[in-house]
């Protein structure tokens, strides 16, 4: 079995043995437990040495030489919790595609650590390419671009990756995803966009009703030198113990961010507005808007030291390992 399978379990992420043996956390599985005590020797080692093999790969994340590069700010990676407020968007692109959700091809060129992957694929959305490349050289190419139905993304937001990104999407002309903070309804290029080619397409907006956290993967925010760690003071350290967990990394502070989302040519900006007043397309905790002013100021976007995310995907307590 793969290290990358060792990070599944069923349809939900990758759990720890620890995890799901100690009755005191919240992926402990009664079931498992049960089996493990009549399990032989042999059988027992097999998977703790998988479960090694799986917990070196979530910390050996950082030793990746990414082939561009990086700013230290820009290493964050999303919540699964906004992956699954546009789930059932995605559910709607297949379904007009006449696709199952494992089938739809998704195509995120701003690679972190691939966490995303596996939190789309947490949701049945197994068809997805996030790799280190750079996607600028890529996009010079058409022939390397890989084959994708949807572009899903939470691009860099420093220097001119937002613009760029729009470039590609006008050239590209297939439905987008992108997770950007509020403000960025505001910026020039995206103005210009509305203006030009997004004039007739408008993008829809998926505002969380709380705002969403972003991690970074364990030792992947350097500093300037792009060699060097930031060094923690005890503080520090301590408050990374406080909100961090080996599966997502070390949480940032919450900030306004909203979905920008635009389903043409598939599906018009109408019909999705229509649908939603209709039936109600997103699941709780998050709205749909149609004017991007309501989200540029976070409008209805609570701040939560809370991440439900910790509790559902991998118990905190496993930080420790």
């Known amino acids: 079995m793969s290290t990358d399978a060792n990070l599944k379990n069923n349809n939900r992420v990758w759990v720890s043995l620890a995890d799901r043996l100690n009755p005191n956390r919240t992926a402990y599985d009664a079931d498992f437990k049960s089996q493990w005590k009549q399990m032989s020797k042999t059988k027992r080692k097999r998977i703790i040495q998988a479960d090694r093999m799986s917990i070196q790969q979530l910390k050996s994340r950082s030793d990746v030489t990414l082939p561009f590069d990086v700013e230290p700010d820009d290493h964050c990676e999303t919540s699964p919790t906004a992956y699954?407020?546009?789930?059932?968007?995605?559910?709607?692109?297949?379904?007009?595609?006449?696709?199952?959700?494992?089938?739809?091809?998704?195509?995120?060129?701003?690679?972190?650590a691939g966490n995303m992957v596996r939190h789309l694929a947490s949701l049945g959305f197994t068809n997805v390419y996030n790799q280190p490349q750079d996607c600028y050289q890529v996009w010079k190419d058409r022939d390397l671009l890989p084959e994708h139905d949807v572009v899903v993304t939470n691009p860099p937001y420093s220097g001119t990756h937002f613009d760029r990104l729009l470039d590609f999407l006008h050239d590209n002309k297939k439905p987008f995803l992108l997770l950007l903070p509020s403000h960025f309804s505001k910026r020039?290029?995206?103005?210009?966009?509305?203006?030009?080619?997004?004039?007739?397409?408008?993008?829809?907006?998926?505002?969380?009703?709380?705002?969403?956290?972003?991690?970074?993967?364990?030792?992947?925010?350097?500093?300037?030198?792009?060699?060097?760690?930031?060094?923690?003071?005890?503080?520090?350290?301590?408050?990374?113990?406080?909100?961090?967990?080996?599966?997502?990394?070390?949480?940032?502070?919450?900030?306004?961010?909203?979905?920008?989302?635009?389903?043409?040519?598939?599906?018009?900006?109408?019909?999705?507005?229509?649908?939603?007043?209709?039936?109600g397309l997103l699941p709780n905790g998050c709205?749909?808007?149609?004017?991007?002013?309501?989200?540029?100021?976070?409008?209805?976007?609570?701040?939560?030291?809370?991440?439900?995310?910790?509790?559902?995907?991998?118990?905190?307590?496993?930080?420790?390992?």
């Open 287 to 321: 709205e749909l808007h149609a004017e991007a002013l309501k989200v540029s100021k976070g409008v209805g976007q609570s701040f939560s030291r809370r991440e439900p995310d910790i509790k559902e995907l991998v118990d905190e307590d496993y930080k420790a390992n």
């Open 84 to 112: 699954a407020h546009i789930a059932p968007l995605l559910n709607l692109l297949a379904n007009y595609l006449n696709k199952l959700p494992g089938d739809l091809r998704i195509y995120d060129p701003y690679y972190c």
């Open 188 to 279: 020039e290029s995206y103005a210009k966009a509305t203006q030009t080619w997004l004039h007739n397409n408008l993008p829809v907006f998926v505002s969380p009703l709380e705002r969403y956290h972003y991690w970074t993967p364990e030792g992947l925010r350097l500093t300037k030198d792009k060699h060097v760690q930031k060094k923690s003071t005890t503080t520090n350290q301590k408050r990374k113990r406080k909100h961090g967990n080996l599966y997502l990394g070390s949480r940032n502070s919450p900030f306004c961010s909203n979905w920008f989302v635009s389903l043409e040519p598939n599906i018009s900006r109408e019909t999705l507005l229509e649908m939603n007043d209709k039936q």
